[in-house]
């Protein structure tokens, strides 16, 4: 199996591909603005408690203020609080936390009314991102990831990922990591580290050690709350860091300064990789020339077809996740409606899984098969659905089918699930079912180009039109385009872009920032 990272920076947001065998299988996207991600570190003050909750809101600085339950306090919860505070009384210098004064572990049945009070400074960590009406989600057992190790302060113990089943392997890292880490810090030893040398973990632990003390030392100096004292790494070297592996063959991207970013974070997390990170420089948009713009406008949606014309249909609701598997126009297989049913089960099990992944679809997921009579086939399914979602980094639970049919799924979610819309608002006619005629289109684009280049005095831009217009603007030996370019300059570029709706266009200029050429009445709408 190959796989491909692609990276699409634009200037309000990111956008990472994950392609496996050249198939969209993980797709995530954030506005460059976004914070609030999980992972961020805050100082920030207890806002009010919430004794029947047994819980606090915390203010990090979101419309909606975040959720600290008391059972995330940690047991360390003591020595955290107690070393915090030495920390912020005093401004000039950091106590090491190997020197922390052990405290006795908090009572797991205890109220957080003992514990904090409004206005009390806290160091907490988000461990879920705002979702719908929810704000964040927060911790106080603060941990930095790493590729091979997770640091978390305060703790004392060493634990090694379930998945290394090695019992030689297991005692060899926790004998090892119990030697190199300092008193008052725990580690989880992840999956990737097996077989690794002392050298790369001990470098490692060396970084998130240095990260932890500048939090601490950001805290440290916060003049107003909330402060923010760890970002989590850029979203496309965080995606990285988890997803990372060997196999991959190339990952693209299409902007210099992420390029060099990723490449100085794989250079030092894997040498020998270093070379897969390759700049995108074609002027095709980077998903339009890897084909993931056509993939994400045919897997998004509340259709989803699979193979021989089966779909599923994907409902969303607060509570839940509701897919209804349906046949559609395939012909009956000629060895009857069991095996059918079986075989569009199997189809639909495979795409589902997928979809998991790549709309990140969280909490309940209830999924309504064709019933099928006979027990094996049931437990064929099941079996499937299990193998399929292996390659799932989310925890997740499946329960075998009830006697309706219907499947249960849950799965961690973290942040809101992906939604991609894939309806297009009509851009030619906003909504009121008439159009100008199509041939004045052209001439639509020819009186912008001229403002551009007479009125604005901008001479090198590109247009950005769908294919079939692109197609007509570019046909001839005396092309529209050279009409163009023979009139206002040789600077016009003309690109075709999957993502734009028939009469849709973009300007860009030399730097790739987008001109607002658009008329009054396509921004009231």
């Keep these: 199996m190959t796989s491909e990272v692609i990276v699409d920076v634009q200037p309000k947001e990111i956008s990472i591909a994950l392609l496996e065998d050249k198939r969209l299988v993980e797709f995530q996207k ?18 009010k408690l919430m004794p029947g909750l047994n819980a606090c809101f915390v203010n990090v600085g979101y419309e909606r203020d975040a959720f600290l339950h008391y059972l995330d306090l940690g047991q360390k919860f003591n020595t955290y609080n107690k070393y915090l505070r030495q920390v ?3 401004k000039k210098k950091l106590y090491p936390i190997s020197k922390a004064s052990i405290q006795p572990d908090l009572e797991k049945d205890g109220s957080v009314q003992n514990i904090l009070q409004p206005g009390q400074e806290i160091l907490v960590q988000i461990v879920k991102e705002p979702i719908s009406t929810k704000g964040p989600r927060l911790t106080c057992e603060l941990s930095f990831p790493g590729r091979f190790l997770v640091l978390m ?27 190199i880490k300092p008193k008052n810090f725990g580690v989880i030893v992840r999956t990737v580290a097996e077989g690794k040398r002392v050298a790369e973990l001990d470098t490692e632990l060396k970084v998130l050690l240095k990260r932890c003390e500048e939090t601490f030392t950001r805290a440290q100096k916060a003049t107003k709350l909330p402060e923010l004292a760890y970002e989590e790494t850029s979203r ?27 490449k100085n974070y ?33 897997s998004f949606g509340k259709t989803v077809s699979y193979k021989h014309g089966a779909y599923l249909i994907i409902e969303h609701t607060e509570a839940l996740h509701v897919v209804d598997v349906n046949s559609g126009n395939r012909s009956k297989s000629k060895d009857g409606q069991e095996a059918n049913a079986l075989d569009v089960n199997l189809g639909a099990a495979d795409e589902l899984a997928r979809q998991l992944r790549l709309r990140d679809m969280g909490g309940i997921i209830v999924v309504d098969f064709i019933d099928m009579n006979l027990a094996e086939d049931r437990q064929k399914l099941y079996e499937r659905m299990c193998e399929n979602m292996k390659k799932d980094r989310a925890r997740h639970n499946i329960l075998p089918l009830s006697k309706f049919g219907l499947m249960q799924i849950t799965r961690q979610r973290v942040r809101p699930v992906m939604d991609v819309m894939v309806d297009e608002v009509c851009p030619t006619c906003f909504g009121k079912g008439t159009i100008k005629s199509s041939f004045l289109f052209t001439d639509v684009l020819e009186s912008k180009i001229s403002t551009m280049s007479n009125k604005l005095g901008i001479k090198n831009f590109t247009l950005n039109v769908h294919p079939y217009v692109a197609a007509y603007i570019n046909q001839g030996l005396v092309s529209l385009k050279r009409k163009w370019q023979m009139k206002y300059g040789f600077g016009i570029k003309v690109i075709p872009s999957q993502k734009l709706g028939f009469l849709q266009y973009e300007f860009y200029d030399k730097n790739g920032q987008e001109i607002d050429m658009k008329e009054e009445i396509e921004i009231k709408h």
């Design 88 to 90: 912020i009384s005093d």
């Design 236 to 262: 496309t070297v965080a995606m990285l860091r988890d997803l990372f592996n060997p196999s991959y063959e190339n990952i693209y991207i299409n902007d210099a300064d992420i390029f060099n970013e990723v």
């Design 30 to 47: 954030e506005g460059r603005s976004a914070s609030f991600v999980v992972g961020n570190i805050y100082l920030a003050k207890v806002r």
């Design 266 to 298: 794989v250079t030092l997390i894997a040498p020998e990789s270093a070379g897969i990170v390759k700049q995108y420089t074609g002027k095709l948009p980077i998903f339009d020339n890897f084909d993931v713009t056509k993939q994400i406008k045919s």
């Design 153 to 179: 302060p305060f703790q004392d113990k060493v634990s090694v990922s379930s998945k290394i089943k090695s019992a030689e392997e297991r005692a060899r890292l926790k004998q090892l990591i119990q030697s």
